[in-house]
């Protein structure tokens, strides 16, 4: 596995290289949260509504450690519920969440999180009048074991040291990803979980973004991550899923489709029409 401060300078260039896995364990101070097995987000059959709106119908998938699954699909398809239940942020009306083997389901969010489970949420949630130091501290207080810090986070994304004492509202919306994603990492997490990172992002912001997420990638962490850009979802995806109406409704390797079978899914075309009708 790499160690965050190999990491400077690396991660540019094509998105899809050669996943790197290693063996990161869930493991508080306490060993609570030590389990066997690879470093995955495993989600069985997760359900979930809105009252009478089922949001939700059964989404399974597997992350491996240093894997990209990217999540797409129109508004309103469910994919920010489906984050947020796998997070516990939502009440969950079935399925199975594991962590690195660790069965999840009846955490609540905070376990959740100190088992190794980290969501950047949509708008990423900073505090605006805290500096760039003090909003990743505050992503420690899971206070799991692991090999970041502040100074690792700034070995990884150097564009951020130099912002160490700037509040974060004053910060540029790809800064802010990537800060968001910074404090993520500070909880030393299995599995991050990004909702539309591209959202409200210039071009070269959203680059930024993508850079540091496939540093985080290459670290050894599983990325789910929601994209609506499906044109940036092909590119950079290991596995992509498609929803729509709170189904799957197309899974494949960014090799295996098109633009157009991604476009015709989210619009509930697809594999699974017969299903979802
Ligand atoms: N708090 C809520 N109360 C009631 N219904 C909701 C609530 N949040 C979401 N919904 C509904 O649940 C469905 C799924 O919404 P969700 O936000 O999960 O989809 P999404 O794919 O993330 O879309 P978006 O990209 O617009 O956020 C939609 O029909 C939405 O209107």
Request: aromatic share 2%.
């Amino acid at each position: 596995m790499l160690h965050p401060h190999d990491l400077h300078g690396r991660g540019r260039g094509d998105c899809r290289r050669p996943a790197r896995r290693c063996d990161r364990r869930p493991g508080g101070p306490d060993g609570l949260f030590r389990g066997g097995g690879m470093s995955t987000l495993d989600v069985r059959d997760i359900r979930a509504s809105h009252g009478q709106l089922v949001a939700a119908q059964g989404i399974s998938f597997r992350v491996e450690a240093g894997r990209m699954l990217f999540l797409a699909g129109a508004n309103g398809a469910g994919k920010t519920t489906l984050l947020r239940t796998i997070a516990g942020d939502h009440r969950q009306d079935g399925g199975t969440i594991r962590l690195s083997g660790v069965n999840v389901t009846d955490m609540p969010a905070h376990m959740r999180a100190r088992a190794g489970l980290s969501l950047v949420p949509e708008g990423r949630r900073l505090f605006p009048q805290m500096t760039v130091r003090e909003n990743l501290q505050l992503g420690a207080s899971t206070s799991r074991e692991g090999p970041w810090s502040v100074e690792a986070i700034y070995d990884a994304f150097p564009n951020l040291e130099k912002l160490d004492r700037s509040p974060a509202g004053k910060l540029s919306g790809g800064e802010q990803q990537a800060v968001a994603i910074g404090r993520a990492l500070m909880g030393d997490p299995v599995a991050i979980m990004l909702d539309e990172v591209s959202l409200g992002l210039s071009p070269a912001a959203v680059e930024l973004a993508y850079q540091a997420l496939r540093k985080v990638r290459d670290a050894g962490i599983a990325l789910l991550v929601v994209e609506q850009d499906l044109t940036r979802a092909l590119a950079c995806a290991d596995e992509l899923i498609v929803m729509c109406e709170g189904r799957e409704m197309l899974r494949s390797l960014p090799g295996e489709t098109t633009l157009d079978a991604l476009v015709s899914a989210s619009l509930g075309h697809g594999k699974n029409e017969e299903v979802a009708a």
